[in-house]
């Protein structure tokens, strides 16, 4: 009894994707070794697409004495200024089987602060 129908790539007894038939004239699940002759695929065509995220702009800072400031921006509420906008880097401050360090500075007004991640 199939449990699962539909997408004929994939294998109707356990739902793992079927692979592409080498030699021979059957395609064998490699999970659950259902067999289904080649034939069956005959006449189908196999479509597919990239679909790329939309492009977002940079901040772009103006003022000379931002030129430093380089990075990531990211949603997070400055805890001095209380507006949101930090731009982050990760460096490795401990040993290599512990988290990173998140170092985020506001970009209003350049308080830095750390998380220990």
């Given at each position: 009894?199939?449990?699962?129908?539909?997408?004929?790539?994939?294998?109707?007894?356990c739902?793992?994707?079927?692979?592409?038939?080498?030699?021979?004239?059957?395609?064998?699940?490699?999970?659950?070794?259902?067999?289904?002759?080649?034939?069956?695929?005959?006449?189908?065509?196999?479509?597919?697409?990239?679909?790329?995220?939309?492009?977002?702009?940079?901040?772009?800072?103006?003022?000379d004495?931002?030129?430093?400031?380089?990075?990531?921006?990211?949603?997070r509420?400055?805890?001095?200024?209380?507006?949101?906008?930090?731009?982050?880097?990760?460096?490795?401050?401990?040993?290599?089987?512990?988290?990173?360090?998140?170092?985020?500075?506001?970009?209003?007004?350049?308080?830095?602060?750390?998380?220990?991640?």
């Open positions: 009894m199939s449990y699962f129908s539909g997408d004929p790539n994939f294998c109707p007894e739902g793992n994707v079927l692979p592409v038939p080498v030699t021979s004239n059957t395609v064998l699940c490699p999970r659950c070794s259902f067999c289904i002759p080649v034939s069956e695929f005959s006449g189908q065509t196999v479509k597919s697409s990239v679909v790329f995220n939309q492009l977002t702009p940079l901040l772009v800072l103006k003022d004495r931002d030129s430093d400031l380089k990075g990531p921006v990211v949603d509420r400055c805890s001095r200024c209380s507006k949101d906008g930090m731009i982050y880097h990760t460096r490795q401050m401990r040993s290599a089987d512990e988290g990173q360090t998140v170092f985020f500075t506001c970009i209003h007004c350049r308080y830095q602060e750390k998380e220990d991640s």
